[in-house]
């Protein structure tokens, strides 16, 4: 299994941007995928998760309604696009991804060591 990020920037606040994740050695059917990030001195937080097996989803309260999870089967990529990107966005993204099930319900308290992940992706929001 491995996950390579990319799409990482510095973004004016209010600005979008679109992270990806090509993955590997695995299919979206048979894993369920998120994202996490961890901001310095933080804890890592779970920001959203999706299951293609049964369509579900977890977004973190933080960013339920400005980011969307979403999955391209051909491209075997992850996407996680952010819009009205705030200070507090600020933190790397990092990629996540198992077989456990059920996976979403759970991410939060899994947590980022649980499952593979990537090596993470910059984000700065700051004008």
């Known amino acids: 299994v491995q996950l390579v990020e990319s799409g990482g920037d510095l973004v004016r606040p209010g600005g979008s941007l679109r992270l990806s994740c090509e993955i590997s050695g695995f299919s979206f059917f048979d894993y369920a995928v998120g994202w996490f990030r961890q901001a310095p001195g933080k804890e890592p937080e779970g920001v959203s998760c999706?299951?293609?097996?049964?369509?579900?989803?977890y977004y973190a309260d933080s960013v339920k309604g400005r980011f969307t999870i979403s999955t391209d089967n051909t491209k075997n990529t992850i996407f996680l696009e952010m819009t009205n990107l705030k200070p507090e966005d600020t933190a790397v993204y990092y990629c996540t991804a198992s077989g456990y099930r059920p996976y979403c319900s759970a991410y939060e308290s899994l947590g980022l060591g649980f499952g593979s992940r990537g090596q993470g992706t910059q984000v700065t929001v700051s004008s």
């Open positions: 999706l299951d293609k097996s049964d369509d579900s989803t």
